[in-house]
């Protein structure tokens, strides 16, 4: 059973640019979290989303980020116009349906530099 | 909301037992994790403790939860070299499911 996938691992992008992270979740996964890590901090909670719904978005910057978990295919984070302060480490973490069962599962993350 | 405080460093001698301690502010967590992270690399789930307990053990890991004092800790026995890594405790937010992390502790492991 293939863990959590992040693609690409690493990104580049010059300021204005836009930048899409994607997030495949676990086998049987219905649940995608995705977090951000600056450099010598811990993760910080963006948004949480279930097919094709947003659920909770109280960690998202108001403006320029976006994320979907559409019905087929993985979620996608959305970075419109980065900045340099946008650099950071995203991780994207999937948990299984059903009560009691929120365990998150990570994925290897995709660094993000911004030029 | 949830307040995760660990400490940033430790550092100890190979075969020695590592502690790394975590307090958290919300209470009504169900679960709560610790998880490991290499340089370079995602999160790997180390273990979890329901909180009606007061221990969980798992081979070299010991985890320990005072719900009174809101104090979690993880204990690694007999240390090793590949143990070197960051350590978070993560708590779900007010009983939701988005996690709240540490900043971590940076275990190092003297040979």
């Known amino acids: 059973n293939a863990g959590v996938m992040q693609n690409p691992r690493h990104l580049v992008r010059r300021r204005g640019q836009e930048a899409r992270l994607r997030c495949s979740p676990m086998?049987?996964?219905?649940?995608v979290y995705w977090y951000r890590q600056l450099p010598e901090e811990g993760l910080k909670f963006m948004v949480y989303l279930q097919k094709e719904n947003i659920i909770d978005e109280s960690g998202m910057p108001k403006e320029r980020f976006s994320a979907e978990f559409p019905k087929e295919g993985p979620s996608i984070l959305r970075i419109q116009q980065v900045v340099r302060g946008d650099s950071a480490a995203y991780f994207c973490a999937s948990s299984p349906p059903g009560p009691g069962t929120d365990t998150q599962y990570f994925g290897p993350g995709t660094r993000l530099t911004v030029l | 909301g949830e307040d995760v405080e660990q400490s940033l460093f430790l550092s100890v001698r190979e075969g020695d037992s590592s502690v790394i301690n975590c307090t958290y502010t919300d209470s009504s967590s169900t679960y709560l994790y610790w998880y490991k992270q290499e340089p370079g690399a995602g999160l790997q789930l180390l273990t979890y403790i329901f909180s009606n307990m007061d221990m969980k053990q798992d081979q070299r890991l010991t985890v320990l939860l005072n719900k009174k004092d809101k104090h979690l800790s993880l204990r690694i026995a007999d240390t090793q070299t590949g143990d070197s890594a960051i350590y978070f405790c993560?708590?779900?937010?007010?009983?939701?499911?988005?996690?709240?992390f540490g900043k971590g502790t940076r275990l190092s492991v003297i040979a």
């Open positions: 993560a708590v779900p937010n007010s009983g939701n499911t988005p996690l709240v």
């Open positions: 086998k049987g996964h219905s649940h």
